[in-house]
């Protein structure tokens, strides 16, 4: 999958993937990582989420990585942020106090860059990528991040065969495979077929989102 894919996506404006509220399972489980306040979180394929700005209200350090910078002019424009633009390596920053989002490809990122991240979020990086990039990824991860680290892993899974991504299945063995340094433990699943109109025309019978909270 092409960069140009995700920027066409964001020129159009075809963002199913962005979600009008906070997610709710972000609210409901990120309090029992117990983290110490000051923090600083990793959010991969970020895009403008307000998941972003609830975990700077938490009093976290948020570090976003987004390839659209269309995405990330939107998030502070939307929010009445001022940033200050600068550059990182590869990545142009854009950070307004305790908010830092890096716009780049994720793949481009180096331990150093993100030593002190001791945390980390993602909702909708992990499933936006087809299988070959998921392996990466999740290599990635576990070669950027340092120890100790915890984190939210959401997913989603159903029958790949009725309907192509993004976003695509991804089941809980190749979680358990892709971060096998890592411990992995379900904490909610949802079935959300009736909200997903989508899917239910492509014949889905089952769309189940699954949370993972993750720590090594």
Not at 31 to 45: C, D, E, I, M
Not at 59 to 75: D, P, Q, T
Not at 150 to 179: C, H, K, M, N, W
Not at 200 to 211: C, H, N, T, Y
Request: charge should be negative; glycine fraction near 8%.
């Amino acid at each position: 999958m092409e960069p140009a894919f995700w920027h066409q996506r964001w020129a159009a404006q075809q963002i199913g993937f962005h979600q009008p509220q906070v997610n709710g399972y972000l609210q409901r489980h990120w309090p029992s990582l117990g983290l110490q306040a000051g923090a600083r979180v990793l959010v991969p394929l970020c895009g403008k989420s307000l998941d972003l700005l609830w975990l700077l209200r938490q009093g976290y350090r948020v570090l976003g990585i987004e390839l659209s910078r269309e995405a990330v002019a939107a998030l502070f424009s939307e929010h009445g942020l001022t940033p200050q633009i600068t550059r990182e390596g590869e990545f142009e920053v854009w950070h307004d106090g305790a908010l830092q989002v890096w716009c780049g490809d994720f793949f481009a990122l180096t331990a150093s860059q993100v030593q002190d991240c001791s945390a980390l979020y993602d909702r909708a990086a992990l499933i936006a990528l087809p299988r070959a990039m998921r392996e990466r990824y999740l290599a990635q991860l576990s070669e950027l991040l340092p120890s100790p680290c915890q984190g939210l892993l959401v997913t989603l899974e159903y029958d790949q065969a009725l309907i192509d991504g993004p976003p695509f299945s991804v089941g809980a063995e190749e979680v358990q495979r892709g971060l096998k340094d890592w411990q992995v433990s379900e904490v909610e699943r949802c079935d959300i077929r009736q909200d997903s109109p989508r899917f239910v025309a492509a014949g889905v019978s089952s769309l189940r989102e699954r949370v993972y909270r993750l720590s090594r």
